[in-house]
């Protein structure tokens, strides 16, 4: 069974960092893409990052200049260094993993890490 297993999620203060690890547990062919998405309150879920089997990163604009996105193929783990943090920044954080299948992709996820920033 598949499972995605994040940490590095908490409490810091606005302008401080944190780093999330996303680790993979289990086998996964054909990934297409890993990422982070985030869901702060009362707030639909957003992409915040995704880095793609090639490497080739995107980033949303809230958060660009200040999070890096990047994936380690041998443990099969994907990692988001948060810099600069702001309260905006305040979200449950999930890894999400998107499978290349023939008749589309398949996503999994991860069960979501929480992240506060305060003033």
């Known amino acids: 069974q598949v499972q995605l297993v994040e940490s590095g999620g908490g409490l810091v203060q606005a302008g401080g960092s944190l780093r999330l690890s996303c680790v993979i547990s289990?086998?996964?062919?054909?990934?297409?893409?890993m990422g982070w998405y985030r869901q702060g309150p009362g707030k639909q879920r957003e992409l915040v990052a995704i880095?793609?089997?090639?490497?080739?990163?995107n980033y949303a604009d809230s958060v660009k200049g200040r999070f890096t996105i990047s994936r380690d193929n041998v443990k099969n783990g994907v990692y988001l260094q948060m810099n600069s943090l702001k309260p905006e920044d305040t979200a449950v954080y999930y890894c999400?993993?998107?499978?290349?299948?023939?008749?589309?992709?398949?996503?999994?996820w991860g069960q979501g890490t929480q992240v506060t920033v305060s003033t």
């Open positions: 999400n993993v998107a499978r290349l299948l023939p008749l589309g992709d398949y996503d999994y």
């Open positions: 880095i793609s089997s090639g490497g080739t990163t």
């Open positions: 289990g086998s996964i062919f054909n990934i297409k893409r």
